[in-house]
């Protein structure tokens, strides 16, 4: 599935590379929407301040709850600078490099003596409990059972992504909506309870402190179980299945220091960003350098942002942009995964985080004796986080 022997096709490189998994590209999007795909022009279209957040169903969100309060995904502006400059503290590399390294370590042993002990687990299992305990401890929601939470959070999140015709979205609204409220009863409100009677140092504890409702805090906390949990979880998957295919891959990753596996698993990650597609409406006209030349992109427009595009741009990745290549020679100011955690004030606080756990818990898990990939993943798209989702990838030992 996402093993890509060389293909030929692209002049002067020794390997062709196709996608890892079906990508955004391949399928739909919005006729109406104005697509970028080059690297530059979809980094001024996310750094100017002339657009507003359209991707995730924002624009449908802010039609329910407004933006005072809204998550910080969905804000723009002042409000959403003070928002990133107050959570900041929770993902400074010293926080990361501590308390952060320390509980990925711990996790990652614990889920690995269990799958030791049975002999066969299913990586996305393992993957998701991982990103949960992480993204839990940032957020705050610490006072329900983890392994309880990944479940309802998965099974919240496949409602989400569900599309089944009218009847089916129907049905998978209700359900999301039960579904939600069962998150809200055993994992959100406890936290919250805690927190008002001690704060501590995580979101949850600084949003009671600015104001915000239960409400607004079980939206908040939504938005960082998919902003946080789902894409880490797919992107431990993504890259397990590339070391486990390719041997010369593998044994580097096992050799190197810390930053080699980094440079390892952003560049696995340029070339299978798990969200492909960024959007973003037009406030008012603005002119970008494409390729083809100057282009002014009209004010109330959508943009789509081709990431997977964007991310094999040669002129940002450098040559041979679709051979996989932790070496490659790129723009010092371009970083090691490109795109695939965004640009501009809304780019990923939490890349740091994702890297340190899938460097961590993969080391761990490669280091297994007769560790061995028995099935591979069955890949879907998510329409609303426009990312891959690979499920049911069994690993067990020999
Ligand atoms: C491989 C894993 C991850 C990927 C690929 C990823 C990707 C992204 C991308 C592309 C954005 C920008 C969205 C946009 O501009 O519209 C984003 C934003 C965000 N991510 Fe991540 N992310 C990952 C992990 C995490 C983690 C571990 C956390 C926290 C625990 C996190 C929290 C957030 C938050 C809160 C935002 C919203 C930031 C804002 O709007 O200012 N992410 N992420």
Not at 123 to 131: H, I, K, P, Q, R
Not at 196 to 220: C, F, M, Q, W
Not at 337 to 355: K, N
Request: some cysteine; charged content about 25%.
């Amino acid at each position: 599935m996402l093993s890509e022997p060389a293909v030929s096709g692209h002049s002067g490189c020794p390997h062709g590379f196709q996608p890892a998994v079906p990508n955004r590209a391949a399928g739909g999007g919005d006729a109406a929407a104005i697509r970028i795909d080059g690297f530059g022009a979809a980094r001024e279209v996310l750094r100017s301040g002339d657009v507003r957040q359209a991707g995730f169903n924002a624009e449908l969100l802010e039609r329910f709850v407004g933006r005072a309060h809204a998550p910080v995904l969905y804000q723009e502006g002042e409000p959403h600078q003070k928002q990133r400059g107050a959570t900041a503290r929770f993902f400074a590399p010293r926080v990361v490099a501590t308390r952060y390294r320390e509980l990925i370590e711990r996790t990652s042993r614990e889920l690995l003596d269990r799958f030791r002990a049975d002999g066969r687990a299913r990586l996305d299992d393992l993957s998701l409990e991982l990103a949960v305990a992480v993204a839990a401890d940032i957020v705050g929601l610490t006072n329900s059972s983890r392994s309880a939470m990944a479940v309802r959070l998965n099974r919240f999140f496949a409602t989400s992504a569900g599309s089944a015709g009218w009847l089916g979205n129907v049905g998978n609204v209700v359900l999301g909506q039960i579904r939600m409220l069962g998150f809200y009863l055993a994992d959100v409100r406890p936290a919250i309870r805690a927190r008002r009677n001690a704060p501590r140092e995580d979101v949850i504890s600084h949003l009671i402190s600015e104001g915000y409702s239960n409400r607004e805090i079980l939206t908040e906390c939504v938005t960082y179980g998919a902003a946080g949990m789902a894409t880490t979880r797919e992107f431990i998957v993504m890259a397990a299945l590339r070391l486990f295919e390719g041997d010369d891959l593998r044994a580097r990753f096992l050799a190197a220091n810390e930053q080699d596996r980094m440079s390892i698993l952003e560049e696995c990650l340029r070339l299978a960003p798990v969200i492909s597609v960024l959007k973003r409406r037009t406030e008012r006209d603005i002119a970008v350098e494409t390729a083809a030349g100057p282009l002014v992109i009209p004010a109330q427009s959508l943009v789509e942002i081709d990431i997977d595009a964007a991310n094999r741009d040669s002129a940002a990745a450098g040559a041979c942009p679709h051979e996989l290549d932790p070496d490659r020679a790129r723009s010092a100011k371009v970083p090691a995964s490109l795109m695939s955690f965004g640009d501009g004030p809304h780019r990923c606080p939490g890349a740091s985080v994702a890297l340190h756990e899938a460097a961590i818990f993969l080391d761990q898990l490669l280091r297994i004796e007769g560790i061995r990939l028995e099935r591979q993943p069955t890949v879907t798209m998510n329409p609303i986080s426009t990312g891959y989702e690979l499920r049911n990838a069994v690993i067990a030992m020999d």
